[in-house]
Nanobody
Framework: QVQLVESGGGSVQTGVSLRLSCATS?????????????MAWFRQAPGKEREGVAA????????SYAGFVKGRFTISQDNAKNTLYLQMNSLKPEDTGMYYC?????????????????WGQGTQVTVSS
């Protein structure tokens, strides 16, 4: 089955950068290759709903970003390594939360968590002022 494993989180101060990674395996279960998959990052702060951060579909050459991260975060993927990345610059305390990697074969609304079937366990990001 499809497995997603996030890494790269940590506790940092305001203004610092972090790069999250999400390693994917088991795609043969879907019949799709990695480049065809819709991949995304979501985050969830305590007591808040899970929200979309960034999404990518490399086959279509499309990316989507939430307004609150535009210009600061960049989503990318390495198709040879089946790995998704989220480069986060100029981190703010409000970026604190658990960050999840998600994947699916068909997505209409890339930043809606209900669209995704496969999820990782998450990696914690804590930004202090």
């Amino acid at each position: 089955q499809v497995q997603l494993v996030e890494s790269g989180g940590g506790s940092v101060q305001t203004g610092v950068s972090l790069r999250l990674s999400c390693a994917t395996s088991g795609l043969s279960y879907t019949g799709f290759t990695y480049i065809d998959m819709h991949m995304a990052w979501f985050r969830q702060a305590p007591g808040k709903e899970r929200e979309g951060v960034a999404a990518i579909n490399d086959a279509a050459g499309t990316t989507s970003y939430a307004g609150f991260v535009k210009g600061r975060f960049t989503i990318s993927q390495d198709n040879a390594k089946n790995t998704l990345y989220l480069q986060m610059n100029s981190l703010k305390p409000e970026d604190t939360g658990m960050y999840y990697c998600a994947a699916d074969t068909t997505v209409s609304y890339p930043l809606r968590h209900q669209q995704y079937t496969y999820w990782g366990q998450g990696t914690q990001v804590t930004v202090s002022s």
